[in-house]
Nanobody
Framework: QVQLVESGGGLVQAGDSLRLSCAAS????????MGWFRQAPGKERLPVGA????????HYADSVKGRFTISRDNAKNTVYLQMNSLKPEDTAVYYC????????????WGQGTQVTVSS
């Protein structure tokens, strides 16, 4: 059974940094893509970025390029979302998700962690 557990959210001020973690368990993820998504109050859930577990290839939404970085630690089965220069509009619940490389949809989701950025 796949489990994704996010942690690291909190309340920060604009300009601060925060690192989210996503601990994955339940199977070998070498052929998975791990994604980060976020959902602001009253808005739809949107992709933040993703990383290929096998080669570390990353992709980012335009809104976070240059500020957010996704990385992975194979030994710990953990994916990270480093968020720098945070803005109030980054306030959202952040979710970690996983999909097999051949699939187009993310099948597994974490419970989410709240990030609040005050101005």
């Amino acid at each position: 059974q796949v489990q994704l557990v996010e942690s690291g959210g909190g309340l920060v001020q604009a300009g601060d940094s925060l690192r989210l973690s996503c601990a994955a368990s339940g199977r070998t993820f070498s052929r998975y893509v791990m994604g980060w998504f976020r959902q602001a109050p009253g808005k739809e859930r949107l992709p933040v970025g993703a990383i290929s577990w096998s080669d570390g290839d990353t992709h980012y939404a335009d809104s976070v390029k240059g500020r957010f970085t996704i990385s992975r630690d194979n030994a710990k089965n953990t994916v990270y979302l480093q968020m720098n220069s945070l803005k109030p509009e980054d306030t959202a619940v952040y979710y970690c998700a996983a999909r097999y490389t051949s699939r187009s949809t993310f099948d597994y989701w974490g419970q989410g962690t709240q990030v609040t950025v005050s101005s």
